[in-house]
């Protein structure tokens, strides 16, 4: 297995007496509530956890895009991205990943990406997204046209990457008379490409085709479900003609690692519970506006959230690690339900939450540590 150290950033001092005032941490939360200098010292603080990272053995570090939400404070993931880059030296750095369709002209982050895969002299990681209905609310962007934009999007992309500039792209959604990227990627072809999903069929179907084969990345769901959907994109592989390998395959997921099962669950309590219940909750209308889902995907993450419980924000640490949503417990507790997983799916890729919600400092690099000296050997 191949292991990646994945934070969202959250706003840690955010009041909560405050947020529960407002519908979510999300587009409609008064940024008022953020204080810029506390601010600086979170971004110091993900960022040294990252570093550290690579020092314990992690191959990958990992970094995402949320936009006007406490709940991660990355909008520019390319800047959190670049300064990782210049503090790292071996350790891959995956964007997971840039949604597609808020930008104007996808010719930016074909850009972007390939100035950063230069800098890391090919250490680069492109992951794909949508991004969740929220953020059409938060860029203004009609969410029932994020699907063509999306795939419309990577086409130009991989083609700025991969073909001779200049040339002309001509689509429904972007048009550029001229592509001729100025730098081109370091590596050959280009990045390797990542798509986090929370499980749409259309997206696995898309991701897994025989002339893509993404690794396809399933993201806060319960254990079933990763189960289900891994096992979704092995068959539609098959479908195509090919086997997937392990490779291919990816889970990210809040893990927690503590000496004794009650001290996992104790130090992993306010932070899990705060990063579904305050930072992550989203009303209905806000995470799923009209048109951004087919029926069939609907139906799926209906499912998916009815998992995790059926009243909003009453998550507890003991029904999410009851789920499977997030791992918590001794080495030997958090290794053997990864294995398990493993064994269900092949899943070769393991992206590890190791600092979550309002979890400290403190509790997240003993996290790490451990994760790192009594998790990750016993998997490789």
């Known amino acids: 297995m191949k292991f990646a150290c994945f934070t969202l950033m959250p706003y840690r001092p955010l009041d909560m007496a405050e947020r529960n005032k407002h519908r979510s941490a999300w587009v409609l939360l008064p940024n008022s509530l953020y204080d810029p200098k506390k601010g600086a010292d979170e971004y110091d603080s993900y960022i040294n956890q990252l570093v550290y990272a690579e020092k314990l053995g992690f191959d990958i570090i990992a970094v995402n895009e949320h936009h006007q939400t406490a709940y991660g404070m990355m909008p520019a993931p390319n800047l959190i991205a670049s300064a990782l880059i210049q503090r790292t030296t071996t350790c891959k750095v995956a964007v997971l990943g840039r949604a597609l369709p808020l930008v104007n002209n996808p010719m930016t982050i074909a850009e972007e990406f390939a100035m950063l895969d230069t800098l890391s002299r090919g250490r680069l990681i492109a ?90 990345l399933v993201t806060f769901a319960a254990q079933d479900l990763v189960v289900r959907y891994l096992n979704m994109y092995r068959d539609q592989a098959k479908k195509f003609g090919y086997e997937a390998g392990g490779e291919q395959l990816g889970w990210a997921a809040p893990i927690y690692v503590a000496e004794t099962e009650e001290r996992a669950r104790a130090e992993a309590k306010a932070g899990a519970e705060s990063l579904f219940n305050d930072y992550l909750y989203n009303p209905w209308e806000m995470l799923l506006p009209p048109g951004y889902m087919s029926i069939s995907s609907m139906k799926a993450t209906v499912k998916m959230r009815k998992a995790l419980g059926s009243r909003p924000r009453t998550h507890t640490i003991d029904s999410l690690i009851d789920s499977g949503t997030v791992i918590a417990g001794t080495p030997k507790t958090v290794r053997e339900k990864i294995e398990k997983v493993r064994d269900q799916t092949g899943v070769d890729n393991l992206v590890a939450m190791l600092q979550f919600g309002v979890m400290s400092d403190e509790l997240a690099l003993r996290n790490m540590e451990l994760f790192a000296t009594e998790v990750m050997p016993h998997l490789r």
């Open 127 to 216: 992951g794909f997204v949508r991004g969740i209905g929220t953020e059409y609310h938060a860029m203004g962007i009609n969410p029932a046209f994020s699907h063509e934009r999306y795939l419309e999007a990577h086409d130009m992309i991989v083609q700025a990457w991969t073909r001779p500039g200049p040339f002309e792209f001509e689509g429904e959604h972007y048009n550029n008379r001229y592509v001729n990227l100025w730098p081109r990627p370091y590596q050959t072809p280009h990045p390797p490409i990542w798509v986090p999903s929370q499980g749409s069929s259309e997206t696995i179907a898309w991701a897994a085709a025989p002339e893509r084969k993404y690794p396809f």
